[in-house]
């Protein structure tokens, strides 16, 4: 592949991820970050999802990583 292409992948996925973790509150949902008074510890909805695409994203990243030192 490309070196330019996978620059171009590890910038974007390097971009998504930052947006990704910086969404993440410590300790906080989505719900308690907007304003919702309910309380709840186990992610739902949005908030898991967002979690899990953290763990795509940054597989992704490492992934264009490794492959662009190889090349």
Same mark, same amino acid.
């Given at each position: 592949? !490309? %070196?330019?292409? *996978?620059?171009? @992948?590890?910038? @974007? =996925? $390097?971009? #998504? *991820?930052?947006?990704?973790?910086? *969404?993440?509150?410590? +300790?906080? $949902? #989505? $719900?308690?970050?907007? +304003?919702?008074? =309910?309380?709840? #510890?186990? %992610?739902? +909805?949005?908030? !898991?999802?967002? /979690?899990?695409?953290? /763990? @795509? @994203?940054? /597989?992704? #990243?490492? &992934?264009? =990583?490794? &492959?662009? *030192? &190889?090349?």
């Amino acid at each position: 592949m !490309n %070196r330019d292409v *996978l620059l171009i @992948i590890q910038i @974007i =996925s $390097g971009l #998504f *991820l930052t947006v990704l973790i910086v *969404l993440q509150v410590k +300790g906080k $949902g #989505f $719900g308690r970050v907007w +304003g919702a008074s =309910s309380v709840s #510890f186990t %992610r739902r +909805g949005l908030e !898991n999802q967002v /979690f899990r695409a953290t /763990f @795509i @994203i940054s /597989f992704i #990243f490492l &992934l264009v =990583s490794t &492959l662009e *030192l &190889l090349a």
